[in-house]
C-alpha cells in the first residue's frame, strides 16, 4: 500500500461507512490486537488551525472485545475493503474475537505498522490517534425513542474523536 496526504483523499463517507462498511481495529502483533465491523461514524474535521485537524468519530459499545484495544492503545485504525469481503466483515461484526479468532477464520492477513494494525486485503486505511473519548449520555438526547430504538440496554456507545494521522490506499 502507498501512503498519500489525507487531503488527496476523494470519497463519499457516508457511502462507505454506512453502507459498505469498516473494519475498527487496534492493537500490535506483540501486545494483540482485535477488530470490529462498523457502520456508525464521520469523517471530518475539529480543533487545530486553518480548517482543523482531519478527524474521524467511531462509536464502540461497552461490551465489544475490540474496544479493549482501542482503551489500551494511543492508535486505532480504519480499514475499508472491496465489496467481495462483505461477508468477511458481516462475520467480524457478528462474532467476538473473545471466543474465537474470527480474523483467521475470515481469511485476512494482518498487517502491523508502528503500534497499529490494518489488514493486507484492504483498499484504504486510516491511521488515527485518540484525540478524545466520550460516552454517549441518555440526558444528551432530544428524541428519547433513539433511546428506545437503539439503546433497548442501555448500553450507550462511547464515542471516540481520533485525528487521522496517514492515509494509505492500494
Ligand atoms: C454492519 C455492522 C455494523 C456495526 N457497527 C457497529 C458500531 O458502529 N459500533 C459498535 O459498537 N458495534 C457495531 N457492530 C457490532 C460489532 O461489530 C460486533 O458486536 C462484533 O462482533 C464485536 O466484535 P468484538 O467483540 O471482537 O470486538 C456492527 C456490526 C455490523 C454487522
Known amino acids: 500500500m502507498k501512503e498519500i496526504p489525507v487531503k488527496e483523499l476523494i470519497i463519499n463517507p457516508s457511502e462507505m461507512i454506512a453502507h459498505e462498511w469498516m473494519l475498527i ?64 466483515l458481516t462475520y467480524l461484526g457478528t462474532h467476538s474475537g473473545r471466543d474465537e479468532d474470527k480474523i483467521a477464520r475470515v ?21 488515527c490517534k485518540k484525540l478524545y473519548r466520550a460516552p454517549i449520555v441518555k440526558e444528551g438526547f432530544f428524541d428519547e425513542k433513539l433511546i428506545e430504538d437503539n439503546y433497548p440496554q442501555r448500553d450507550y456507545h462511547d464515542m471516540y474523536i481520533g485525528e487521522i494521522l496517514k492515509v494509505l490506499v492500494q
Do not use: C
Not at 60 to 69: A, D, L, M, N, S
Not at 107 to 127: I, Q
Open 25 to 88: 481495529s487496534a492493537g500490535t502483533k506483540e501486545r494483540g490486537y482485535n477488530t470490529m465491523t462498523a457502520s456508525w461514524g464521520h469523517l471530518g474535521s475539529i480543533w487545530g488551525h486553518s480548517g482543523g485537524l482531519p478527524t474521524s468519530v467511531i462509536y464502540v459499545r461497552p461490551q465489544r472485545y475490540t474496544k479493549e484495544f482501542i482503551d489500551r492503545e494511543e492508535l486505532y485504525t480504519l480499514t475499508f475493503f472491496p465489496k467481495e469481503y462483505k461477508n468477511a
Open 107 to 127: 481469511g485476512l492477513t494482518p498487517a502491523f505498522g508502528d503500534a497499529y494494525t490494518y489488514f493486507e486485503e484492504a483498499k484504504l486505511v486510516m491511521v
